[in-house]
Structure formats: structure tokens, C-alpha cells
Antibody
Framework: QVQLQESGPGLVKPSETLSLTCAVS?????????WGWIRQPPGKGLEWIGS???????YYNPSLKSRVTISVDTSKNQFSLKLSSVTAADTAVYYC???????????WGQGTLVTVSS | SYVLTQPPSVSVAPGQTARITCGGN??????VHWYQQKPGQAPVLVVY???DRPSGIPERFSGSNSGNTATLTISRVEAGDEADYYC????????????FGTGTKVTVL
């Protein structure tokens, strides 16, 4: 059974960098699929942030592209998200998920709430 | 970027049928996926590629897609179906390819 688990600080100060990691079990990242990040502000809808392939190929939501970096560590079977210069508008539950290119997100992590506040 | 519009809410009595629409320009030409999200939980894929169900999803969940509207249909609605539902497509022509709908809250009366 594929499982994803997000981890990282739950509180980040404005202007700092949000960093999260998604650990994958039950499936080798190197075997294929894309690995993405999606966020959901409190009481609002879902927003795709970006995705990465095991080769390191990435693509990002243009509205966040200047602040987002997604990387992969196949040796640890995990991938990571960095979002710089955060503001209160970046407060959200952040999910990691697996998907095929151009398709649906079939496995999701449980999500982690990140609050941006001083 | 591509926009998907859903009604904010749908109310349905137990045992009846709920229909949730997802509107988008020529959405019939795209594959539509549907997710169920219960409070405090991650989204769960309930329908993919317009009308296919992942393993473990009841046959009560079905989907269709044509023209400018995709529809998720929940038959014989149960109390446990109360949740938010999101549609999602991949827009190959966009630099923002993974698009989610605005979400619909299904309330079981």
C-alpha cells in the first residue's frame, strides 16, 4: 500500500522559507509517477503547487513559480517543498500526492497545517 | 488559466440521488477526476477519467462528461457521503495544467 507522510514546521514567520518533506513508503519514487504538492487554505479549495519526476524534472504553478522549489531524494524515497518569502496568504494545509503525468492524484498524504505568523 | 465552476452546495435526502456539476469550456474534451474530502481529512479519489472508479469505491458513485459540463452522481445517498467534492482536470494547453474545481459541499438532510 502506497503511503505518503508530510513533515515540517507548523509555524513559519513572514518573509521566511517554508520547508516540507514528503516521505513515501510502499512504492519506490524511482519506479515512476510524478510527485506533487497541493495546498488548501483554511475553508477554501485545493491549489496545485507543483510536481517533480524522479529524474528531477519539475513544473510549477506559474502563480507561485518564483518562490517554489521542489526537489527529490531517491535514496531516502522522499521529496521536498520549499516556498520562500511567505506571507499570511500561504497559511494552508499542505498535501503531497502521487500522480501520473496529465492525470489524477491517486494517493495523498494526510496533510500538514502550516501557519505563517510572527 | 482554465476555470472549473461547481455549485457551492447541494442538499439531498438519504436514499435519493445527488448530482454535482463541474463546468468548464469544452470540458468534454478532457478527462475529469473527482475527489471526496471529509472534514479534517485528505481528498480521496472517487472517480477518474470521467467515469471510472478506483478499487474500493462503491458503485453508487458514477461520472459523466460531455460538452461544457461534467457530472458526479451519487446514487442512494448515505449519511457518510456528506463531504466536499472537487473536480479536477489536466489542461495540456496551460502552464497551470492541474486545475481543481471550486468545490461543492454535499449535505445529507
Amino acid at each position: 500500500q502506497v503511503q505518503l507522510q508530510e513533515s515540517g514546521p507548523g509555524l513559519v514567520k513572514p518573509s521566511e522559507t517554508l520547508s516540507l518533506t514528503c516521505a513515501v513508503s510502499g512504492y519506490s519514487i524511482s519506479s515512476g509517477y510524478y510527485w506533487g504538492w497541493i495546498r488548501q487554505p483554511p475553508g477554501k479549495g485545493l491549489e496545485w503547487i507543483g510536481s517533480i519526476y524522479h529524474s528531477g524534472s519539475t513544473y510549477y504553478n506559474p502563480s507561485l513559480k518564483s518562490r517554489v522549489t521542489i526537489s527529490v531524494d531517491t535514496s531516502k524515497n522522499q521529496f521536498s517543498l520549499k516556498l520562500s518569502s511567505v506571507t499570511a496568504a500561504d497559511t494552508a494545509v499542505y498535501y503531497c500526492a502521487r500522480h501520473k503525468p496529465g492525470a489524477n492524484f491517486d494517493y495523498w498524504g494526510q496533510g500538514t497545517l502550516v501557519t505563517v505568523s510572527s | 488559466s482554465y476555470v472549473l465552476t461547481q455549485p457551492p452546495s447541494v442538499s439531498v435526502a438519504p436514499g435519493q440521488t445527488a448530482r454535482i456539476t463541474c463546468g468548464g469550456n469544452n470540458i468534454g474534451s478532457k478527462s475529469v477526476h473527482w475527489y471526496q474530502q471529509k472534514p479534517g481529512q485528505a481528498p480521496v479519489l472517487v472517480v477518474y477519467d470521467d467515469s471510472d472508479r478506483p478499487s474500493g469505491i462503491p458503485e453508487r458513485f458514477s461520472g459523466s462528461n460531455s460538452g461544457n459540463t461534467a457530472t458526479l452522481t451519487i446514487s442512494r445517498v448515505e449519511a457518510g457521503d456528506e463531504a466536499d467534492y472537487y473536480c479536477q482536470v489536466w489542461d495540456s494547453s496551460s502552464d497551470h495544467p492541474y486545475v481543481f474545481g471550486t468545490g461543492t459541499k454535499v449535505t445529507v438532510l
